[in-house]
């Protein structure tokens, strides 16, 4: 046979990846050019988890709304209700107590455990490792156990209120936290010996899916896409909100801005979330959870049916809905995924005008094309996975 | 207004006439920009004051409350300062359009499609002004106010693709409710 006749078809291939393929958890549909198995083109197409989160809000009441949030991005839920409850209270000019400050802190580092772990597990259990995906899964299922023995939900909480939070901790939190812990870190020791220099993984993580640190920024990435590329932009020391000043702990950055640092940032995120909880629980102020005003806060039940004013103020919040201040606003709070910014319009009435929620994960899909251009279809599930986009999220 | 902070005052003075009216709801700096030339005050903001990082672009639909009618908002951030800035530009109803800014941030793409998609504003120059989140297909924008909650959509056929295998069966599935569909109608 000759040499020409052996040669492959160098034509343009289309190939449609999605929307509902195995290897890429969410519903989303790459629509693919391919030059044999490398990536020429890639379109990416978003939208069908759109359920108009944006314009249900705007039926809703301030507080229906918190439910709403949750489902967003259901792996850190509690991230969500904590954002969107600080920027209606930015709006109202209202501040919580300091232990609600706390709490918020500790419940947020629970759900950034939550979503890291999630993303890693399943991105190294789509790569082989199935063991590490499991053993991930395990540690995952002690922070829901924390989660759960605290909101009474697993995944959509709606714990956090605007002024506060549904309850305090319950009593034996803190010993639940130190022992689950102890656990997950070891677990976490065990994922690290299996994965962290496995050729395999190695091989199919590190140089792909690559960004540059100028071109990262031009596409608004955040979080550890972002920090992946060396790049020190973290929302809790940039922009510090809740009782972060006060904490100590670092921000982990990559360097080549590939799936391997990327993978890298988030298991170093575990750990530091995993230090922040531990000081915040030794620092924890002894105090009320809930700001001391009648219109925003719903009254204990004991003054709902023991007094007249305790019953009107029920009585209001529940039917009119809490009376946001016309105006708007803007918060971030760094969340699992980055960024997690709530634009927040008020017309002064007892339902959001506007309600515009900065999805980190919709955004990173916008600079997919550019970091998969070049490679193998293969290499789409690791790169994908590492951006851990979560169809609540980005389709709203 | 009593006092306008410095950052504000700085980009008073660099972009003068362009800036319709500035002020400090919550201690964030807030702008409304003239949407003319609104590329070159971005330009201006992100060349010579810093503000590097494009955080957001939405809007917001002011019906029968403001006039003119949308304001597409903005929020740009500088890491290095470690400053936000929101900037809002009214668009009217009769002539939705601004500048696109994706010459500058790549990442205006899909942020500015999914403002076209949702709020039927147009972007000038933009490379790739498609719906994104709702189907090709889908009449109006649901999110301006006038968008009734409730209002049902009309049933649309199956998309053809050229060049893919069609299964025998559901190619005549597809050609009944073409069929169908063009009846009523």
């Excluded at chain 1, 709530?342 to 009435?349: E, K, N, R, T």
């Excluded at chain 2, 949702?118 to 709702?134: A, M």
Aim: aromatic fraction near 8%.
């Amino acid at each position: 046979m000759k040499a020409e006749n052996q040669e492959l078809p160098t034509e343009i291939m289309e190939l449609q990846m999605g929307p509902s393929h195995p290897a890429t958890h969410g519903t989303i549909k790459f629509n693919l050019k391919l030059e044999g198995e490398k990536v020429r083109h890639c379109d990416v197409e978003v939208g069908f988890l759109h359920r108009g989160f944006d314009k249900s809000c705007e039926q809703a009441t301030w507080t229906q709304v918190i439910p709403y949030t949750d489902r967003l991005n259901y792996a850190s839920s509690l991230i969500n209700n904590v954002g969107y409850a600080l920027a209606v209270e930015k709006l109202i000019g209202a501040e919580t107590p300091p232990r609600c400050q706390y709490i918020r802190v500790i419940i947020s580092e629970l759900a950034r455990l939550f979503d890291h772990l999630t993303c890693c597990g399943m991105a190294a259990s789509e790569l082989g490792a199935i063991t590490v995906g499991f053993y991930m899964i395990e540690a995952r299922e002690l922070i829901t156990r924390i989660i759960e023995n605290l909101t009474g939900a697993r995944l959509t909480v709606t714990y956090v209120r605007i002024g506060g939070v549904k309850h305090d901790l319950p009593h034996d939190f803190a010993e639940h936290v130190t022992s689950t812990f102890t656990l997950v870190r070891k677990l976490l020791a065990d994922c690290d010996r299996l994965l962290s220099r496995n050729r395999i993984f190695l091989d199919r993580m590190s140089n792909v899916g690559v960004i540059s640190q100028e071109k990262a920024l031009s596409y608004s990435l955040t979080g550890p896409i972002l920090r992946a590329t060396g790049v020190n932009y973290d929302v809790r020391k940039t922009f510090p909100y809740l009782v972060y000043d006060q904490l100590d702990f670092e921000v982990p950055l990559g360097s080549h801005g590939d799936n391997y640092d990327r993978f890298l940032c988030r298991i170093r995120e575990i750990e530091q979330s995993m230090k922040i909880v531990e000081q915040a629980l030794k620092r924890l102020p002894v105090g009320p959870v809930w700001i001391d005003d009648p219109r925003f806060v719903l009254p204990e039940k004991e003054k709902v049916y023991g007094s007249i004013e305790g019953l009107m103020h029920h009585f209001k919040i529940i039917m009119e809905g809490i009376q946001v201040p016309a105006g708007e606003t803007y918060f971030a709070v760094e969340g699992g995924n980055g960024e997690l910014g709530f634009y927040v319009v008020s017309d002064g009435g007892g339902r959001p005008y506007r309600l515009r929620v900065r999805p980190p994960c919709f955004i990173a899909m916008g600079a997919f094309h550019e970091m998969i251009q070049g490679y193998m279809v293969a290499d789409i599930v690791p790169t994908f996975g590492m951006i851990n986009m979560i169809g609540g999220e980005c389709d709203r | 207004m009593s006092e306008i902070s410095p950052q504000l005052g700085n980009i008073h003075a660099k972009l003068g006439a362009k800036i319709l009216q500035s002020m400090q709801p919550q201690s964030d700096d807030v702008i409304i920009l003239d949407r003319a030339g609104l590329r070159e005050s971005f330009h201006l903001l992100k060349e010579q004051l810093s503000f590097d990082f494009l955080s957001d672009i939405t809007a917001v639909d002011y019906w029968r409350k403001k006039e003119p009618r949308f304001e597409v908002v903005y929020q740009i951030a500088s890491l290095k300062n470690r400053s936000r800035l929101r900037i809002r530009v009214p668009v009217p109803e009769n002539d939705p359009v601004v500048d696109s800014l994706t010459p500058l941030w790549q990442g205006a793409n899909f942020l500015e499609r999914e403002v076209w998609d949702l709020y039927g504003i147009r972007f000038n120059d933009h490379p790739d002004l498609r719906r994104i989140l709702l189907y090709d297909e889908f009449q109006g924008h649901p999110l301006r106010k006038d968008y009734p909650v409730n209002l049902c959509q009309p049933r649309v056929p199956e998309r053809h693709v050229e060049g893919t295998f069609v299964d025998e069966r559901s190619h005549n599935k597809l050609l009944r409710l073409k069929k169908s569909l063009a009846g009523k109608s």
